[in-house]
């Protein structure tokens, strides 16, 4: 039976799966690893899987903390997760504070102008959700300053009383590479600004934090791309299951002679005789287009019957082109499914055949894909 062959797929030429039971075993062993409580960033439509679905699946397995980078995101978490705490790492922008209440949410405060905003929402409206508070501790992008953060604590902690903050954190730039000497400092200026604030929790760890010789735990842990089956650990085997899969159709078939240009502008061209394979895919679907085959760069690769077939020609709005002169003749027929993510397409190997990361890859799946949930 072919993967086509369902209501949901019927009318599309593309198929997504996604495996939440995986999604949740990802968790669930991350949390295990770390020894403390695992939460879950589920920005970016939970890394293009769904928010609703994925935080759906790991409420019930008893995920208590989400992270997302929008408010907007936060209010569709929190549609299905009444009792979660839902932390929105863009921060606070002015004039937000109401919406923040109104959905319980906690904005993660990354200034002194943010503390004293929120701060004084506070102190006019009542109860709300604890906020969190982003230390810089290297990566250069939000969050307060190290001796920002320092000069708040002890004496000087009245502010962050005032805004209600319940956790500490920040941000790793280069976790996925051991080797780089700023883990070891991110490490020891969070460990001193943790020290300043030790009625605090905190958080370090991120997807590759949980991997990193001598990252503390601390008390909550914020794993992203591991979730999804992204590999924490580059250049070692992947740890984690795979949460996606994507296949799309054959539509057509030609055989062409050696020298024939192939694609928009012909920038590729047949080296032999060659079969070639039209499928339902392009970049309109979120598939780079920087996965083009060209005479002198190789691009994308799918699975045809098991087979690599690589990406000829440019990958064009809705369409690719396969080489597909390798591949068994009872898979490379009109209709057939192929392989774009899953088996041995996991999200690196089809970064790097786009020329990008794996987690571009996964947050940039369009809505043009039939979704099928599995695992749940």
């Known amino acids: 039976m072919s993967p086509f062959d369902t209501p949901e797929a019927e009318t599309r030429g593309t198929l997504l799966t996604l495996d939440l039971g995986a999604l949740v075993a990802n968790w669930r062993a991350l949390g295990a690893r770390a020894g403390t409580e695992a939460g879950a960033v589920v920005k970016a439509d939970a890394y293009g899987i769904g928010i609703e679905p994925a935080v759906t699946a790991l409420s019930r397995a008893g995920c208590r903390s989400f992270f ?43 200034s002194v102008a943010e503390l004293q905003e929120w701060a004084a929402f506070r102190q ?11 230390v810089d501790s290297g990566m250069n992008r939000l969050g307060l300053a190290p001796d920002e953060a320092l000069s708040l604590a002890g004496d000087g ?38 020290a300043a604030f030790p009625e605090l929790p ?17 008390q909550l842990t914020r794993p992203g791309y591991a979730l999804y089956g992204g590999n924490p650990t580059p250049g070692q085997p992947n ?18 002679e050696a020298g024939t240009q192939v694609g928009y502008n012909g920038r590729w061209t047949a080296k032999r005789r060659s079969r070639l394979a039209t ?51 009872n898979a490379a027929r009109r209709g057939e499914p192929v392989t774009l993510i899953g088996g041995a397409l996991d999200l690196e190997t089809v970064g790097a055949g786009a020329k990008t990361i794996g987690y571009e890859i ?5 809505r043009r894909h039939a979704r099928r949930y599995v695992g749940v």
């Open 68 to 110: 997302v980078a929008h408010l907007s995101e936060a209010v569709r978490a929190r549609a299905v997760a009444a009792e979660a705490t839902i932390y929105v790492l863009n921060g606070l922008l002015p004039g937000q504070s109401a919406a923040f209440a109104r959905h319980d949410l906690s904005p993660v405060l990354g």
């Open 124 to 134: 006019g409206s009542g109860a709300v959700r604890p906020a969190a508070l982003h």
């Open 157 to 194: 902690s009245e502010l962050v009383d005032a805004a209600g903050v319940g956790l500490l954190m920040t941000h790793f730039a280069a976790s996925e590479d051991e080797g780089d000497p700023a883990n070891a400092r991110q490490i020891a200026a969070f460990a001193g600004i943790a």
């Open 202 to 218: 905190a958080s370090l760890m991120n997807s590759s934090g949980h991997f990193l010789k001598g990252c503390p735990a601390y």
């Open 239 to 256: 740890p984690m299951q795979a949460v996606v899969s994507l296949q799309s159709r054959i539509i057509q078939l030609r055989d062409v």
């Open 279 to 329: 499928i339902c895919l392009g970049y309109a679907d979120g598939y780079p287009r920087n996965a083009s085959g060209t005479d002198t760069v190789p691009g994308g690769t799918a699975l045809v019957g098991g087979v690599p077939c690589p990406f000829v020609g440019s990958v064009s709005m809705d369409l690719i082109i396969l080489d597909v002169t390798e591949a068994p003749e």
């Open 362 to 366: 996964l947050t940039s799946l369009g």
